[in-house]
């Protein structure tokens, strides 16, 4: 039996070991393992089990080039200090969200008078925070997760340019939106140091019981 079938994984370890990797080795990631990880993305939460996210996969340097040169400049690829490291990533997986899906499933008849009273209607303007987007983050922490639980390394890039030309050339079918981008792979050991890093934890600030600002009771 498959090791992975019998061995749980500690979320606590995985959660805390896992941080962005932005120079990855040219080692490639098994068929096998990144299946399992991918497969284990796909059953992240998804409200109304809509199933309204998808990732398309590019492995090896061929195709994971056509990614960066839509999502990328020649500009900003010359200047770029970490671009040498990032673009060793050996598996890119672009996480996407269609919002007419969770549109359509919400004006089913086990659904219609929910949204109704929330006052979600049929149009995507009417979800003040979209699901769509919430499912997505957590298919993209269920790939990170699992990266760190497996000894991979993984970074997530936001969606901040070119998201249509990304799209485009990945042939995407329209009203996907792009949600942001995972990278994979074994990591190169010569990451460059977030400053981020360095910026102090408040953790007890971020915590509040019963109202803002409220402490958790003392214990008994």
Do not use: I
Not at 63 to 68: A, H, Q, V
Not at 197 to 216: K, N, S, T
Request: charged share 20%.
């Amino acid at each position: 039996m498959d090791v992975h079938e019998t061995v749980p994984v500690d979320v606590h370890e995985a959660l805390r070991a896992r941080r962005m990797v932005r120079s990855f080795s040219e080692r490639t990631v098994s068929p096998k393992l990144l299946g399992r990880l991918l497969g284990d993305a796909l059953h992240a939460p998804t409200a109304g089990n809509t199933d309204g996210t998808a990732w398309v996969v590019l492995t090896g340097p061929d195709e994971t080039r056509r990614y960066w040169e839509a999502a990328t400049t020649a500009s900003w690829r010359s200047r770029a200090r970490r671009w040498p490291g990032l673009c060793r990533a050996p598996v890119v997986a672009v996480a996407l969200a269609s919002p007419a899906a969770y549109v359509a499933r919400y004006a089913e008849p086990d659904k219609v008078q929910g949204a109704s009273d929330l006052g979600l209607g049929s149009s995507e303007r009417a979800w003040p925070v979209p699901y769509w987007f919430g499912d997505a983050a957590f298919s993209v922490m269920s790939l990170l997760l699992g990266a760190a639980s497996e000894g991979l390394g993984a970074c997530f890039l936001g969606n901040f340019r070119s998201e249509h030309a990304v799209l485009d050339v990945l042939d995407v079918p329209p009203g996907w939106r792009l949600f942001g981008t995972v990278l994979l792979g074994y990591p190169a050991g010569d990451d460059v140091r977030s400053p981020s890093l360095d910026r102090p934890r408040h953790d007890d600030a971020r915590l509040h019981f019963g109202r803002w600002g409220r402490q958790p009771p003392a214990p008994s």
